[in-house]
């Protein structure tokens, strides 16, 4: 697989991703705010964010 | 979940509007409700499952007061209602379940379909959660299939027992997992789901640009439609999974009743060789007593004539005339020789003559005239017979003997094979419940052969998938838009790698946690050797450990049973309570709310001590206890809790259809 074909990732985001998302799905359990369609566009919207960030 | 309020309109004996407040007080957390027998705290304690599930476990499922249901006049109606005030996650609600009654031109009532609502409190205003989400936040609250240990029932507690020892469902386990703070984990991996097509990984494949390379389409369709194969099988092995589970459980049941039917089936052969033997003894008899009647048909005239014989014999031969006969000599042969002129001997006979006299006189001892002949005949006829019935009395005393021998022995036929009856009685044949066996044994098999099977295809279709995944990374990476959503799926991956290891990892952790609470609650409360084991599906065993240090599972009695189940639900309620109290932190992993304990005769199966134990332990346990209870048991957990209790109630019975809830 050459460079281009190669994905690497941040362990750092990934840290900040998985506790963000457990705040959220905590919030969430209790607020009943969003259905699970809206929680899983949340979710995506986080990663590109994080993935996203420099 | 705190219970605040309970408002009951004419629900079952609970005529007209009744209303209870319960003790949410964190010191005084308990709330005592007494009454004698059949005054309404079954009752009581369904109305909290009826208005949080729409069910109760009565088998009368009509909920309406009797006595009022049976004023109504055609076409009169009668609402129940059961309001039940709760506060959960901060948030109060008001769960209100209702269900109209109408009398029909007949005169029977017939219930309509309950409604269920759920207020609650928002910004200080009260609003209704739509009804497609109301079953939703019950699962939130109090998940149903828990709700039996939350609102527990000590007299229905056999149950409960053989469920918390085997045949929970995954509900159960998702269930107690939720309970113990687990819940933002699931719903974190629920929505990460790769598997399916809604969730962040699922909705990322479904976004590929194709327009670089027609491929991608296709290789997203191939993978989606592995895809859906593995979770069809995983659907198939999960109800394979519980089909084997019932199977075998049937195949242990049948197995306990075969062995105890082996002595049934004893029996069975014992009552059809006896009859047999009946019937052969009864053939017998018959013929015995057909045999005893032929003979003295026969003979009994002889018999009964006996002594009229021998004394006209003893007469007979007192007569002298009896010898004056010639033998085989006919009157006839006299007057032929009187006729003929000459005797025998040649001498003649001539009127008036002495041979003439003396030939006359022969004619008086001689047949027809004279019976001395027949005497003679009489008198060997009368040896004859009375020879042959001489043995008649002994022959049937003899007869007779074996008659009644016949007879004892069915009687005592008669009486064992009904003994035998009595001890099968209600019981299946063994034939039966063997043929059940083996059909439970071939569906084992078939079901195992079936999973066996069911995993290789799975093997098969995920090698493809990921085959295919690979594949169609190496086309979408040489994409700009496709590479960053194959970098954001990557990321999505690894993080629910990460979370299922977490929480794979937590679960397990809190788990044995629970394990341990519920060991040291049990053995608080039932103290003997004996531990509890809590498995992966949170199923419990009771083990009991020998002096050789083999464990095995053990038959509980019912004061074990009880204990184990308070200890078990003891246990969850500690566990979320403690994660309740733990400092509020943005990255606390577990989160659960405290939750209360609703008893129905909780005492009933406990000796004194260890209602004081319960007494003692349960209120430090649970963030609130609501215990109704019988009025003897009440007083003893009113002198064991009295510090604890908050709220006292008393049922005060007017008659079999009105209670009244009366604050005391």
């Keep these: 697989m050459d460079d281009a074909t190669m994905i690497r990732l941040d362990l750092k985001k990934i840290e900040n991703l998985l506790k963000k998302v457990i705040i959220m799905e905590k919030q969430n359990l209790r607020t009943k705010q969003y259905n699970d369609p809206e929680m899983v566009r949340r979710i995506k919207k986080a990663i590109e964010e994080e993935v996203e960030c420099f | 979940m705190l219970l605040k309020t309970l408002k ?18 964190s010191v005084k957390n308990v709330t005592v409700v007494m009454g004698e027998n059949g005054s309404g705290k079954t009752t009581l304690a369904q109305a909290f499952t009826w ?115 085997k045949g929970k469902s995954q509900d159960f386990a998702q269930a107690v997992r939720g309970l113990l703070g687990l819940n933002a984990f699931i719903s974190a991996l629920e929505h990460l789901k790769p598997t399916s097509k809604y969730g962040v990984i699922g909705s990322y494949n479904e976004s590929y640009d194709s327009k670089s390379d027609k491929r991608i389409a296709q290789y997203t369709e191939d993978i989606q439609m592995a895809q859906d194969n593995i979770e069809r099988i995983d659907k198939r092995l999960l109800e394979i999974t519980s089909e084997m589970e019932i199977a075998q ?58 002594s009229l014989i021998f004394k006209s014999l003893e007469n007979l031969s007192q007569e002298s005339k009896l010898d004056k006969g010639i033998p085989d000599m006919h009157a006839r042969t006299i007057e032929f020789l009187i006729k003929r002129g000459f005797c025998v001997c040649g001498t003649k006979v001539e009127f008036g003559k002495e041979t003439y006299n003396n030939l006359n006189k022969a004619l008086e001892y001689l047949p ?12 060997i006829e009368s040896e004859l017979k009375t020879k042959s019935s001489s043995d008649l009395f002994e022959s049937i005393a003899d007869q007779y003997k074996v008659l009644r021998d016949y007879e004892n022995q069915i009687e005592q036929l008669i009486s064992d094979i009904l003994a035998i009856e009595k001890i099968v009685e209600g019981k299946k044949g063994i034939g039966n419940l063997q043929q059940d066996l083996w059909r439970y044994e071939k569906v084992i098999r078939d079901l195992t052969a079936e999973r066996d099977e069911s995993n290789r295809k799975k093997g098969a279709h995920e090698t493809t998938r990921d085959r295919l995944i690979t594949e169609r990374a190496e086309l979408t990476l040489r994409d ?18 990460e979370l299922s290891r977490v929480y794979k990892k937590n679960e397990e952790e809190t788990r044995r946690k629970l394990e341990r609470y519920v060991n040291e609650i049990f053995k608080s409360i039932y103290e003997g050797g004996m531990s509890i084991n809590v498995d992966e599906r949170y199923n419990i065993q009771v083990i009991v450990e020998d002096e050789g240090g083999y464990s095995n599972d053990v038959e509980t009695s019912t004061a074990q049973s009880i204990s184990v189940i308070f ?9 979320a309570r403690e994660n ?22 909780p005492l009933s199966a406990f000796d004194r001590r260890r209602i004081k134990t319960v007494c003692d332990a349960l209120p430090k346990i649970a963030e609130q206890v609501i215990i109704f209870i019988k009025d003897t048991d009440g007083e003893l957990a009113e002198e064991n809790m009295g510090a604890k209790v908050g709220k006292r109630y008393l049922f005060e019975k007017k008659n079999e259809f009105e209670t009244k809830l009366v604050a005391r």
Aim: charged letters at 30%.
């Design chain 2, 8 to 25: 009951l309109i004419n629900f079952r004996q609970f005529s007209g509007e009744q209303n209870i407040e319960f003790a949410t007080d």
């Design chain 2, 51 to 165: 208005c949080l599930y729409g069910d109760t476990d009565f088998e009368d499922k009509v909920v309406a007061n009797r006595a009022l249901e049976r004023k109504l006049m055609p076409g009169g109606e009668l609402q129940v209602k059961v309001e039940l005030n709760l506060v959960h996650s901060g948030t109060e609600y008001t769960v209100i379940r209702e269900q109209l009654y109408r009398k029909d031109l007949t005169g029977r009532t017939k219930g309509q379909n309950t409604t269920f609502n759920i207020a609650y409190k928002k910004d200080g205003q009260q609003e209704f959660v739509r009804a497609l989400e109301v079953d939703a936040y019950m699962k939130q609250i109090l998940p149903k299939e828990l709700s039996r240990y939350f609102f527990f029932d000590g007299e229905r507690i056999g149950n409960m027992s053989k469920e918390i020892k």
């Design chain 2, 249 to 306: 459980d049937n195949c242990d049941d049948l197995n306990v009743k075969l062995s105890g039917m082996a002595e049934t089936e004893r029996l069975q052969k014992d009552k059809l060789r006896l009859s047999e033997t009946l019937t052969k003894t009864r053939q017998a008899r018959a013929s015995s007593m057909s045999a005893i009647l032929k003979q003295f048909n026969t003979n009994n005239s002889s018999y009964f004539a006996k």
């Design chain 2, 368 to 379: 027809p005239q004279s019976i001395g002949t027949s005497i003679n005949q009489f008198v």
């Design chain 2, 480 to 497: 700009e838009n496709n590479k960053k959503i194959e970098i954001y799926k990557a990321y999505a991956q690894y993080m629910f790698d």
């Design chain 2, 567 to 575: 200890a078990f639900i003891s246990g969850i309620i500690k566990m």
């Design chain 2, 580 to 601: 309740s109290l733990e400092l509020e932190s943005e990255t606390k992993l577990l989160e659960s709310e405290p939750y209360p304990l609703v008893m129905d005769a």
